[in-house]
């Protein structure tokens, strides 16, 4: 009787696990990139789970080539390298995006603050947040973006990945 107990326990317990894992595989369905790659475990992460990478230990930080930073999952673009500027926080910094229509902004009171997250208008995805502390000659915003949400498109390959049209951002 013991041995029926203890074996009825287990196929139980291993039920359970199977379809606690089975649940949990379907709660994060793969996100692809806009290159058509899975989300890397830091881009699902700050994308979907609304996370925040290291300072200073991200791809974009201090990334100086002229270009536009699109959304990692649509493609959408979201900022110019034309208003990018070094905040020292070590996260990719900018006065402004380039269209405020691809944006959405809601009020973020986690982590004991209140804060404007940023989201991708299209894919819904976290991207960082907005502050008041910006540059006051361009605005006073200062965009604070993760890399990990972000693809870099440089400015000379615009027109061949779809985006031609942005090339009128490093005009003089």
């Given at each position: 009787?013991f041995?029926k107990v203890i074996?009825?326990?287990?196929?139980i317990?291993?039920i359970a696990l199977i379809h606690l894992?089975?649940s949990k595989?379907e709660a994060?369905a793969?996100v692809?990139?806009t290159?058509?790659k899975k989300?890397?475990?830091?881009?699902e992460y700050?994308?979907?789970q609304?996370?925040?990478?290291?300072?200073?230990?991200n791809e974009y930080w201090?990334?100086?080539?002229?270009?536009?930073?699109?959304?990692?999952?649509s493609?959408?673009?979201?900022?110019?390298?034309t208003d990018?500027y070094d905040?020292g926080?070590?996260w990719?910094?900018?006065?402004r995006?380039?269209?405020?229509n691809?944006l959405?902004?809601?009020?973020d009171?986690?982590?004991g603050?209140v804060?404007?997250?940023?989201?991708s208008?299209?894919s819904?995805s976290?991207l960082?947040?907005?502050f008041?502390?910006?540059?006051?000659?361009?605005?006073?915003?200062r965009?604070?973006?993760?890399?990990a949400a972000?693809?870099?498109?440089?400015?000379?390959?615009l027109?061949?990945?779809?985006?031609?049209k942005?090339?009128?951002?490093?005009?003089k």
């Open positions: 009787m041995k074996s009825i326990t287990f196929i317990a291993t894992n089975y595989q994060t793969e692809m990139t290159s058509g989300l890397t475990s830091m881009q700050v994308t979907q609304g996370g925040t990478e290291r300072p200073f230990q201090n990334h100086k080539e002229e270009g536009i930073y699109v959304d990692i999952i493609g959408e673009p979201l900022f110019s390298s990018k905040s926080t070590g990719p910094s900018f006065t995006p380039i269209d405020e691809f959405t902004e809601k009020t009171v986690s982590h603050m804060r404007t997250e940023v989201k208008q299209k819904n976290h960082g947040h907005v008041n502390d910006g540059p006051a000659e361009t605005g006073g915003l965009y604070c973006i993760n890399s972000m693809d870099f498109i440089p400015k000379e390959n027109e061949k990945e779809g985006y031609g942005y090339l009128v951002l490093f005009e």
